[in-house]
């Protein structure tokens, strides 16, 4: 079992950062690849954002990519996700997620389906 704990949300002006951390147990962290994924209200949960299980490899849905940046430290089992020029489209649920299945070498995946885990949720507003 993998458990994940999302920090960090809450309310910020258009233009500013925030950013996002999730805590994940279990003793095999560098063998995970990671995401961020958010959710609005009435809309589907979508990725934002994947790490790889080394943390080599990055990708970026276009509509954050130079805004975010997405980052792990394998030694404190943590992922973190920068966020700047923040603006109101941004304002959803972000949702940590862990692939803890066999993961490609570099792998970075993109859809809600390819992840194993999930945290609870942190809230991000962005007033405008």
């Known amino acids: 079992q993998v458990q994940l704990v999302e920090f960090g949300g809450g309310l910020v002006q258009t233009g500013g950062s925030l950013r996002l951390s999730c805590a994940a147990s279990g003793r095999t962290f560098d063998n995970y690849a990671m995401g961020w994924f958010r959710q609005a209200p009435g809309k589907e949960r979508e990725f934002v954002a994947g790490?790889?299980?080394?943390?080599?490899?990055?990708y970026y849905t276009p509509a954050v990519k130079g805004r975010f940046t997405i980052s792990r430290d394998n030694a404190k089992s943590t992922v973190d996700l920068l966020m700047n020029v923040l603006q109101p489209v941004d304002t959803a649920v972000y949702f940590c997620?862990?692939?803890?299945?066999?993961?490609?070498?570099?792998?970075?995946?993109?859809?809600?389906?390819?992840?194993?885990?999930w945290g609870q949720g942190t809230q991000v507003t962005v007033s405008s």
């Open positions: 997620a862990a692939r803890s299945r066999p993961v490609y070498s570099g792998g970075v995946y993109t859809e809600v389906h390819h992840y194993d885990y």
């Open positions: 790490i790889s299980a080394s943390g080599a490899v990055t």
